[in-house]
């Protein structure tokens, strides 16, 4: 099994180098005496510590024992117990929550890069904390003072912990179709019942209590998605000072055999007659999600993000080691029998694709969070609002476009393994099976487009895509005297102009008609992510030459430099076929009749 | 779990319109009397009631119990013993084999037929047979009278069965480094030794025998690929008639834990002075090897075609029966809840995706195979030499397009259902897990890159290319009076004028540096899939809009031709990707030096 190591420098170069992060925090009180190099270095080798030694040794013990459903109660595998016991220990559960009840207030990037170490170390286990933020933030931003004291400290803590339950068998990307019911009790109170699937974490044996946040429908509700509220249940009732009481009527009824992630539990659960309290107002249950949502798709993306780190990883370590034929150019390894297999090009160009989407990812990732950041601590509103317009737009594009590309590096991953790549003992089919989830849950990648497109770009009529165009003028106007560099820009510069002209022509040409739309959608999310990696790679480019500048010797600058140049020479080509595509026409993409459209 | 409907219509269309069989067919004495329809309906019926019937209901019993090893002893999954047992009774072992020796002597092309039909249904269990073919194959063309006498004919029946032993965990792609040991015996024998692994179909419980064809070294044999040569290891040992008597010293040490193919022994075999006999000439064994080795990447191709329509069927079931939300253009079906998500264009263009390239890829296995029997039946020499020459240049297309496809296909046929992709009683993850062997095993997608362009395309000097784009404008040339048929036609014309303009650049621009050309391999190996394809899609659209001339009102010809425009509106556009690399430079792909290549 490929040994995983935190990749600290580049974190390090993302946040100091990239990001200047000190300088951004240091404009609001909040995070002003909190996120200084020295403490932000100490919570990562902290972290990477705990990480590498007590979860990254249980990633496989979980993908091959899972968790086991007895009487209604959930084993997690060997070791996960003990784990989330000392990760409780160190206090990560109550690193971004609020402080007034008992959090340590830090801002959410913190929180991504310590998410990223502990996803790459063990994907399945990350989903019980991982859940937990989902329904924390979700009370903190909707539940009433009262709900706040009462669930708030034991889930900050992280002696209890969270589930967001939204899916039903029939109603996933189309939550307006849920049925679960909830009928008002004379103390204010509800009774819930209803049958929910996919519940990650839904029930486990981590934690003392487990508090769901719960969709379901009041009496004569609207219709579809009007109709919808949000709900307070938790697994054991509790008493006004959060003791715990009696078992609440929500459980188990089946755990999902699935492709990986084997070790989360993914729940059947079933509410028969829980008590339950409304959380936000009546029919406004998608609306506050969406606070959820957009959270849980930043951390869907960093999922995407650790299947490349992890998969690149275990590929490099694999390509230096394994040895078979000779270089094209001779040997290069004249005492061994053969060349290592790093040496052949198709070897190489598969590790550069990982790393440029491993690292582009990270920085797409670690960037999108100062916005979280900004959106939340900044007290001036054109600042804020610009940066939940960012947010906005680029919400589902790293959804997206990292659990893809994700999904790539792991194929990527295994290729490099050759025919032991497919055995599971290496390690790169695990990644693969556990990364496959990251395109389908909390929305498709088709779902991440058409929201990206409808809502995000032709909903602003092109004001946020703008938004992005100057923000990408602006941090590029000082490029410096460097070739490599230079050529870069030129190619950024005519990307984002061609994305400007797409988008354009989208908003006159096709918006009139959603169908076709909805046909390139897909495609337009895929060229406007080149576009978005573009940025961020001329930008990591532009940061490693700075220090190089300044005289640095590190030779991690100009790898990161070479880097760059390898996304612009090999993989921004992709961009013809998504432009192409955009501006060709589809005439046979509903000719056939559903009658025509069979096998048999 | 979705069902499987053996897709007799299209092999129907493939076989007879597209291919014409009993045309080619009737001009060749051995083949004349059997390949008519009649016969080869019948075949086809008999195969698709027993796979859909006996081997597609233990396809999820395989993947679920996988193979166990006891003391030596392999036992197959439930079922899987009692449907060879079946599968010998029915004859279909026999199909192609040599009538001499108790086969039926059928061409290759109806075997493929059946064996796409076989795979689909059960890929685990239809590499049991297909492994015999590789050894019954090797022992027809290079063994002597003897071993004929001593081995095809219980091949033949299936009373034993075959493998192939390559692969040691040193040597995978690089067959030169292998280490397995031959020492002669005075009786003209041999005492092989050595740890093979990998070995599909190694050792299991559905045969009485299992003749093992092992790559080896003979003493003082010339190091690397020309110092191996091949053997004959049987499990039992037999006596001069064929009857078995003791055990020969090769036992299964392992079974391999895999991401998929569950079903199927994959082993770890030890050969402890095992007694084998020399079949070919002293080190000439990858030679030999190599006749075996076609047929398995033709056989490889054919299991990616078998996950193109399994995803496929699976996805369009789900498609038309799963409802979420409305159609972009309103309602379609007002009467439910909400339409079936067919109407969606995202899901549309992932099952027209999985259509062209199932049905492309059975064009493109079929028309192969043709020139498979051509091969072998022809008397004219350069009939002959041009079936060869076109094989050796479309081998390494089929098989690493066809398998990259087919992972495409099934991670489409995964997005389709959404979260249930991801759940194994829907069985799309299984086929995703099935098929990611499949660009790994008898050589992976990069190793036939350079095999394609290195060997076959720069090795024959542009004249392999030259000679399919001749059989394309033979048989294009005369276009029908259709509008999309012509705009397909152009759109050809100048991707194959593309085509042969990027080779002649690969050989007089690049070839004199082997790093170049193996830098962009894969994109080349990728240009002239998309080239094929086309060049087969046209051809049945051109065959379907012959029928409709002659007033056929069968739906399914217009459909087809849809389908064609799908693939050159929707498809083909990537060509424009792998043309933009092949011509740009790669300076950057060498930048990073090894010690600069690294994560911490």
Redesign the interface.
Known sequence: MPNY??????INFVLNDFINFEKIYERYPQSKDKMNSEIVDQYLQVAADFCENELYPLNRVGDQQGCKLRNGIVTTPDGFKEAYKKYVELGFPALTGDEAYGGQGFPSLLWIAISEILTSCNWAWGMYPGLSHGAMSTIEHHGTDEQKKNYLPKLISGVWTGTMCL?ES?????L??IRTKALPNNDGSYVISGEKI?ISAGEHDLSQNIVHIVLARLPNAPAGTKGISLFIVPKFNIDQDGNILDRNGVVCSAL?????IHGNATCALSFDNAKGFLIGPENRGLHCMFTFMNSARIGTAIQGLAAS?SS??GA?AYA?DR???R???GPQNPEL??DPI?V??????M??TQKVFAEGSRALAYYLSVYVDIAKLSNDESEKKIAEDKLALLTPIAKAFMTEMG?ESA?NG??VF????????HGM?QI??DV??S???EG???IQ??DLLFRKVLGSKGELIKLLIEEIKEETQHIPQHEEIASMYIKLENLVKEWHELTTYIQEELSSN??E???I??DYLYFSSYVIFAYLWLKMAMAAQDKISQESTD??Y??KI??A??YF??IL??T??HA??IK?????????????????
């Open positions: 190591i935190s990749p600290l420098r580049d899916t029939h109603a996933g990307s189309d307006g179709l996919f999902e055999h699935k492709m990986g780190e690149y990883q490099l230096k040895l078979a034929m270089s094209l150019s029998s053969a790093i052949h090009p198709a070897v190489r160009n590790l550069l999904v194929k295994m290729q050759g025919g032991h790549g497919y055995i599971a003992e089919e693969a099976r496959r989830i395109t389908l849950y498709t990648t088709e487009s058409i959603p169908v739309v909805g046909t959608s897909v030779e991690f100009p790898a070479a880097t140049e390898f020479e090999r080509p992709r013809l076929v192409e595509l060709s026409q589809t005439k046979s993409l509903f000719k056939l009749s559903p009658h025509q459209f069979k096998f048999d």
